[in-house]
């Protein structure tokens, strides 16, 4: 059985078509999860996984900007502190 054309064109119905491109991106997904190595019955503990690690990675990386940030803040105010105790000859020594 051949689909009726019209203008070079193939005519199908449109449930017809829906399952032909489900059917195919099923395909495709599968295709595609395969190349990168996500097939197969662990396919989704190993995306656990991985979203697992991004959620440390992000985790190392606030909790390092942070760090950084307080050693700033505590270093400025260290200077602040030495600089207020030279000021005022608070350790003696000096004319």
Same mark, same amino acid.
């Given at each position: 059985?051949?689909?009726p054309r019209s203008e070079g064109f193939v005519r199908m119905p449109d449930a $017809?078509? $829906?399952a032909i491109l489900t059917r195919a991106a099923e395909v495709g997904a599968k295709r595609a999860l395969a190349?990168?190595?996500l097939d197969g019955s662990e396919a989704a503990l190993d995306i656990r996984?991985?979203?697992s690690l991004l959620?440390?990675?992000r985790l190392v990386r606030r909790t390092a900007m942070?760090?950084?940030?307080?050693m700033i803040t505590t270093g400025v105010m260290l200077a602040l502190l030495a600089g207020i105790a030279i000021k005022l000859k608070?350790?003696?020594g000096g004319p």
């Open positions: 059985m051949t689909p $017809e078509f $829906e190349d990168v190595g996984d991985l979203r959620d440390c990675i942070q760090t950084a940030v307080r608070i350790f003696g």
